[in-house]
């Protein structure tokens, strides 16, 4: 089956149109910067025992929330 393309034909409207960011790499620059504000925090791998799954919960959110040392 062949499709027929009509070059003179008028095309009535265009719906909707996408528009590029103004300054592309500013907008990556501000895209990484966010990304690596969420990174999750690095948690060294091993064995870690507690006495309570509550002292174990107290650890992990204590590693969470604290700042990042770089």
Do not use: C
């Not at 499709?3 to 300054?23: C, H, L, Q, S, W």
């Not at 790499?25 to 504000?37: D, N, P, R």
């Amino acid at each position: 089956m062949n499709a027929v393309v009509n070059a003179e034909e008028f095309i009535g409207k265009t719906v909707g149109r996408r528009t590029a960011p103004i300054d592309s790499l500013k907008f990556a620059m501000g895209l990484q910067a966010t990304m690596h504000a969420l990174r999750p925090m690095r948690i060294r791998k091993g064995v870690y025992r507690f006495k309570s799954h509550e002292e174990a919960d107290q650890w992990l959110m204590d590693r969470l929330t604290q700042k990042p040392e770089n």
